[in-house]
Each structure stands twice: as structure tokens, then as C-alpha cells.
């Protein structure tokens, strides 16, 4: 899997919108962006994935740029319970692959 | 919601001892995967399996480690002979189909601690 670039960690205040980037400059074509989860004690949890257009459901959106060397995560409306390491995954290939997890993206809640 | 299972999710074993790891996948999904995660770093991708056959492994998965899907609804990790630093957290996931618009459903983890 191609390689991905996010913050060590962030910071937001529940009830605010929270946009999480993620850049992937060698992503290629056929490269699926995903985004997982993981609560503090749980396993990874899927959020969302998207190809070329912006996606919506009802945990988030994906909002990727049109070079589609970047892409940011929009949680519309933090709670604390959405407080988790965030991960940018870039997926290519039709087998099954594992994902390559990086560090992600500590995201830190604010009551 | 359907979900992946995992059991135990406590294991805790002396050095040199077989353990099993079971999980319970979601009903229809056809692609199963086992994960590891020590203690404050990545999670690691261990091996996948289709169709009762190993369909990739990464280089952690060596020849102590072992995969089954022993009936219908369990998937197994067994490993051999463990070590000290086979202590982590082991995550299973399941997906329905393979390939990079799928996304896989991952399980609560199992804590093997090794001593």
C-alpha cells in the first residue's frame, strides 16, 4: 500500500466539527482512501472509504482533493466517544491484502 | 448489527506453550485476517485466509504460527510455541469480499500476555 502522511495528534472541542488530513502525493489510480478507528482498548473499527469523489455516511465524510493527493475526514459533530487514533489507509489491489496501519492521528476530545 | 467475536479475551500462558486463538467472523463474509497489535505500536497484518487456504501472510506470520477454520463459523490462530514478544493484543476481521473497496470488520481482540 502507497504511503500516508497525518498529524501525530489533534485536538477538538466536543459539539465542533473536527477535519482530520491525510496526504498520500504517490497515491496511484486505482488506489481506494480508507479511514479506520480505534478506540482506546478496542479493535479498529471502519469509518469510511472513497475513490475519486466526496463520500457521506452516517459516521462521517470524505472529502478528497482533486488531485487526489490529499483527503480529509470531516466528523461533523464531535462527542467524546469519537475521542480514537484515526488512520489513513490507501488500498490497491483486487486480493486480500492486509491494511498497513501507520501511527494515525490521535484525535483528543474537549468536553 | 452483526459482528466479529473473539475468544478469550484474556490468555495468559508460560513461554514454550501452544495457544489457540478463536474467532467467530460475520455469517456471510468469505475473507478472514488475523492482526497483532504490541503494546503501543502499529497494528501488524498477519494473514488472510480464503476459501480454506491462506491467501497472503506478512513476514511476522512464520512457521509457529498456524491458521484453521476448523467448522463453519469458527476461524482459529494457533501459535506453536510462544515467546515473550508474542505478547499483544490479536485482532480478527472478516470481509465479504476481498479487494480495495472492501472494508474489513474487525473483532474486540484477544490479550495474549506470554510469561
Known amino acids: 500500500d502507497a504511503k500516508t502522511t497525518q498529524p501525530n495528534s489533534m485536538e477538538s472541542n466536543e459539539e465542533e466539527p473536527v477535519h482530520l488530513p491525510c496526504n498520500h502525493s504517490t497515491i496511484s489510480g486505482t488506489d481506494y482512501i480508507h479511514w479506520y478507528r480505534q478506540l482506546p482498548s478496542q479493535g479498529p473499527e471502519y469509518v469510511i472509504h472513497g475513490l475519486t469523489s466526496n463520500v457521506n455516511n452516517r459516521m462521517a465524510s470524505l472529502a478528497i482533493a482533486e488531485d487526489r493527493k490529499s483527503s480529509t475526514l470531516i466528523l461533523h459533530r464531535a462527542t467524546l466517544r469519537d475521542a480514537a487514533v484515526y488512520y489513513c489507509?490507501?488500498?490497491?489491489?483486487?486480493?486480500?491484502?492486509?491494511?498497513?496501519f501507520g501511527k494515525g492521528t490521535h484525535l483528543i476530545i474537549q468536553p | 448489527e452483526p459482528e466479529v467475536t473473539q475468544t478469550p479475551s484474556h490468555q495468559v500462558t508460560q513461554m514454550g506453550q501452544e495457544v489457540i486463538l478463536r474467532c467467530v467472523p460475520i455469517s456471510n463474509h468469505l475473507y478472514f485476517y488475523w492482526y497483532r497489535q504490541i503494546l503501543g505500536q502499529k497494528v501488524e497484518f498477519l494473514v488472510s485466509?480464503?476459501?480454506?487456504?491462506?491467501?497472503?501472510k506478512s513476514e511476522i506470520f512464520d512457521d509457529q504460527f498456524s491458521v484453521e477454520r476448523p467448522d463453519g463459523s469458527n476461524f482459529t490462530l494457533k501459535i506453536r510455541s510462544t515467546k515473550l514478544e508474542d505478547s499483544a493484543m490479536y485482532f480478527c476481521?472478516?470481509?465479504?469480499?476481498?479487494?480495495?473497496?472492501?472494508?474489513?470488520?474487525f473483532g474486540p481482540g484477544t490479550r495474549l500476555t506470554v510469561l
Open positions: 485466509f480464503y476459501n480454506n487456504e491462506i491467501s497472503e
Open positions: 476481521a472478516s470481509s465479504k469480499l476481498a479487494g480495495s473497496s472492501h472494508e474489513q470488520f
Open positions: 489507509i490507501l488500498r490497491t489491489g483486487g486480493g486480500a491484502d492486509g491494511l498497513t
